[in-house]
Every structure is written in C-alpha cells, then in structure tokens.
C-alpha cells in the first residue's frame, strides 16, 4: 500500500497546514519569525518539497509521512 502523507506550505513566517494528500485538515496555523518556523518544521519532521516565487516572496512547501497506511 501507498505511504500516505501530510502537507504544508510556509508563507514568510507562517504555517499553513493542507491536511493529509492535499485535504485541508483543522490544525491550527502557526506564525512566528522565519527562522523558527524553519526550524520547528525541520525538528517535526517536515521535508521540504519545492519553493515556488520570486526572491524575499517565496513560498515553500513541505511534507511528512501520517503514519497510516
């Protein structure tokens, strides 16, 4: 079976969460300073997939294994 993941996208400084395949899931929104969302993504174990815009207005967006399959 197919490895199910979880999505986000960091704005600036905040935290978008997508839900799990890319249905939007009611986690509460993160904002803080950029560096720390960078960092919180990284220790949770967020990966980074693609960044898409222009330089200083860029968006990234990441994914993380749920657990389920």
Request: proline share 1%; hydrophobic share 40%; aromatic share 16%.
């Amino acid at each position: 079976m197919a490895q199910r993941f979880e999505y986000c996208r960091l704005e600036g400084s905040q935290i978008v969460y997508l839900g799990r395949d890319g249905a939007f899931e009611k986690k509460r929104d993160k904002v803080w300073n950029e560096f720390r969302a960078w960092d919180f993504l990284e220790k949770e174990g967020w990966e980074l997939v693609s960044v898409v815009g222009a330089a200083g207005d860029h968006v990234a967006y990441f994914k993380r294994p749920t657990g389920e399959q």
